[in-house]
């Protein structure tokens, strides 16, 4: 089936060069890591009471900040790795001339898109399956979620296109994958399947609750705690697994593009 093809073939983009997939995010797991810790530290200083001074809000602006241009950087970065064979320079592959923020307004374009989507979507399906029972409820979930996730990968064709500098409209993304909904349909199921497969294996190897999480809510109340070496182990592991999730999601994006608009094989 040509959905879990185009799975499979992402997925050996990543592991076939594991190495070059930790070289060009390394840099950005270690500043996540090390900027998530220091600020539920700064932000959750008293333990019975959240303290959003100054300086913690200024943190927490400028951590967003850099997340997403990190993750921006990391995703052009990797397209052009993969589809025009681009070897990236240096321990932050940063250099001039390269489409970040332009990935990142386009990224937020589509999830705009898709929200207003979601609210018709819900509108309408609301009046035809109203979710008043668990059967209804669910077949509503599946119709919504199918939806959408359908649209995603066919209109995130022009991330791949920003990223190695070339142009592509939302029309010519949705015209190329015209013919590929049931394909492109069988690829989100098989993504949710791996993924969920990969949390459920973190989730059994650290005991789920075992692992004390950094803030937990008691009394309608956030309280910071100190983190267990267990809980330390398992935010590593989990960190591991969505950053796996994350250079999976563009890989598929890469290919996606690959297959449908410049019509490359598969093998």
Same mark, same amino acid.
């Given at each position: 089936?040509?959905?879990?093809?185009?799975?499979?073939?992402?997925?050996?983009?990543?592991?076939? $060069?594991?190495?070059?997939?930790?070289?060009?995010?390394?840099?950005?797991?270690?500043?996540?890591?090390?900027?998530?810790?220091?600020?539920?530290?700064?932000?959750?200083?008293?333990?019975?009471? /959240?303290?959003?001074?100054?300086?913690?809000?200024?943190?927490?602006?400028?951590?967003?900040?850099?997340?997403?241009?990190?993750?921006?950087?990391?995703?052009?970065?990797?397209?052009?790795?993969?589809?025009?064979?681009?070897? /990236?320079?240096?321990?932050?592959?940063?250099?001039?001339?390269?489409? %970040?923020?332009?990935?990142?307004?386009?990224?937020?374009?589509?999830?705009? %898109?898709?929200?207003?989507?979601?609210?018709?979507?819900?509108?309408?399906?609301?009046?035809?399956?109203?979710?008043?029972? /668990?059967?209804?409820?669910?077949?509503?979930? %599946?119709?919504?979620?199918?939806?959408?996730?359908?649209?995603?990968?066919?209109?995130?064709?022009?991330?791949?296109?920003?990223?190695?500098?070339?142009?592509?409209?939302?029309?010519?993304?949705?015209?190329?994958?015209?013919?590929?909904?049931?394909?492109?349909?069988?690829?989100?199921?098989?993504?949710?399947?791996?993924?969920?497969?990969?949390?459920?294996?973190?989730?059994?190897?650290?005991?789920?609750?075992?692992?004390?999480?950094?803030?937990?809510?008691? $009394?309608?109340?956030?309280?910071?705690?100190?983190?267990?070496?267990?809980?330390?182990?398992?935010?590593?592991? $989990?960190?591991?697994?969505?950053?796996?999730?994350?250079?999976?999601?563009?890989? %598929?994006?890469?290919?996606?593009?690959?297959?449908?608009?410049?019509?490359?094989?598969?093998?």
């Amino acid at each position: 089936m040509l959905g879990v093809q185009i799975f499979l073939h992402s997925l050996r983009q990543v592991t076939g $060069n594991i190495g070059m997939a930790v070289r060009v995010s390394l840099w950005f797991v270690i500043f996540v890591v090390i900027g998530t810790v220091g600020m539920f530290s700064a932000v959750f200083a008293d333990p019975n009471q /959240p303290s959003f001074d100054g300086v913690a809000t200024l943190l927490v602006f400028g951590f967003a900040i850099f997340f997403i241009w990190g993750g921006s950087l990391i995703a052009v970065v990797w397209h052009r790795y993969i589809l025009l064979e681009e070897v /990236p320079q240096g321990a932050i592959p940063y250099r001039s001339g390269l489409n %970040i923020w332009t990935y990142f307004w386009y990224t937020f374009g589509i999830a705009i %898109i898709l929200v207003v989507v979601t609210m018709i979507l819900t509108m309408v399906l609301g009046l035809v399956i109203f979710p008043n029972t /668990p059967l209804k409820s669910a077949i509503f979930s %599946i119709i919504l979620g199918s939806v959408l996730v359908v649209l995603f990968y066919r209109l995130a064709l022009i991330l791949p296109a920003v990223a190695i500098d070339q142009k592509l409209s939302l029309a010519d993304a949705m015209h190329a994958t015209r013919s590929a909904m049931g394909p492109i349909l069988v690829l989100a199921v098989a993504v949710v399947i791996f993924n969920t497969i990969l949390s459920q294996i973190v989730g059994f190897l650290f005991n789920g609750d075992q692992a004390n999480a950094m803030l937990r809510v008691e $009394n309608d109340q956030i309280i910071y705690t100190e983190i267990s070496g267990m809980g330390i182990l398992y935010f590593i592991a $989990n960190g591991l697994v969505q950053w796996f999730s994350l250079m999976l999601s563009v890989s %598929i994006l890469s290919t996606l593009y690959g297959h449908f608009v410049e019509k490359r094989g598969l093998g």
